[in-house]
């Protein structure tokens, strides 16, 4: 819980010293609009055979794609974010190239506004789930007939799949909007569906020790595809400018399910960073913690630093 609350101050803290800030007016101009943003980062290491300080010579690199779509006539209003990253890095020494983030997202958000205020009744969709399988990497053995070890090779055993996990989440609640860039919504009956591949989750019925050995896969229980849950969520979006050229883009999710172990909060943080260099230059920097007790036991963080290439795509207004 002073993990949470960490995180809420540190989101709070950021969002009231960009307040500060003499801000254009937002006005929110009625019809469409849209923008796109494709995204190369790359990194790159490498070492001789006669370097003495330790290092192995890698590539990694992210491809990143965000799509905004937004609308606004009288009193509705309406947001579509759409995200897509997918991460791979490869080693000298690994057989396998491995992911380093995976994750495509659908967020709408539509509302209705109170009078004339920055308050709207809402209902929200959350589409969320992976693109690549994902695996766990260890060294096998290699054995000979009387049990002794010939080698040892590389191997790796999937833990997840396209789309398995994915989850589902909407909701009525009530939306507080500033601006297109900043949203707060409360929606205290929120129902979530968890799905998963039947593979993950197989057991034989008849075998009381595998029964017993098996532990939910993301909550899902034995020999069933999804899960059901219902609460309460919180989601925040806040992106500013705060310095020339050098945007901070915080995403913030909390979810609590009434049905099971309401003391548990699922946690979602994201925080993006993009330093412009020229049109098509940028570095960009992103940090993301999850907490999710259905999917392991512990604060998740990913940390990403890269230097690349980016093209905006479909921005237009109408």
Do not use: C
Not at 212 to 226: L, Q
Not at 272 to 277: I, L, P, R, T, Y
């Amino acid at each position: 819980m002073r993990t949470y609350l960490f995180l809420l101050l540190l989101a709070t803290s950021s969002i009231l010293v960009a307040q500060t800030k003499t801000k254009k007016k937002d006005s929110l101009p009625d019809g469409w609009k849209s923008k796109g943003l494709a995204e190369l980062l790359f990194s790159q290491s490498a070492f001789n055979k006669e370097w003495q300080g330790g290092g192995t010579s890698n590539i990694a690199g992210n491809f990143n794609i965000n799509w905004d779509l937004n609308y606004k006539r009288n009193k509705l209003t309406w947001d579509t974010k759409l995200t897509s990253i997918l991460g791979l890095a490869a080693a000298k020494d690994q057989k396998f190239a491995r992911k380093t983030t995976d994750r495509l997202e659908l967020n709408s958000l539509v509302g209705s506004r109170i009078n004339k205020s920055n308050w709207y009744y809402s209902g929200v969709f959350n589409f969320r789930t992976q693109m690549a399988p994902g695996y766990e990497f260890f060294d096998r053995n290699i054995l000979d007939d009387d049990g002794e070890i010939i080698t040892t090779v590389q191997d790796r055993r999937e833990i997840t799949d396209a789309f398995s996990p994915a989850y589902i989440q909407a909701g009525p609640g009530i939306l507080w909007k500033k601006s297109n860039d900043f949203t707060v919504n409360l929606a205290p009956a929120t129902s979530r569906l968890i799905f998963v591949h039947s593979k993950f989750t197989r057991v034989d019925e008849n075998d009381p020790v595998a029964v017993a050995a098996y532990e939910p896969f993301f909550g899902v229980a034995a020999n069933e595809n999804t899960r059901f849950e219902l609460g309460s969520s919180l989601s925040v979006y806040y992106k500013e400018e705060l310095f020339e050229n050098v945007v901070f883009e915080n995403t913030l999710n909390l979810y609590a399910d009434y049905l099971e172990k309401v003391k548990n909060v699922d946690l979602d943080y994201t925080l993006n960073v993009a330093m412009q260099v020229n049109k098509y230059v940028t570095t960009n920097l992103a940090l993301q913690l999850i907490y999710d007790e259905n999917a392991v036991s512990g604060l998740q963080v990913r940390e990403v630093l890269g230097v690349g290439l980016k093209y905006a795509f479909l921005e237009w207004k109408s």
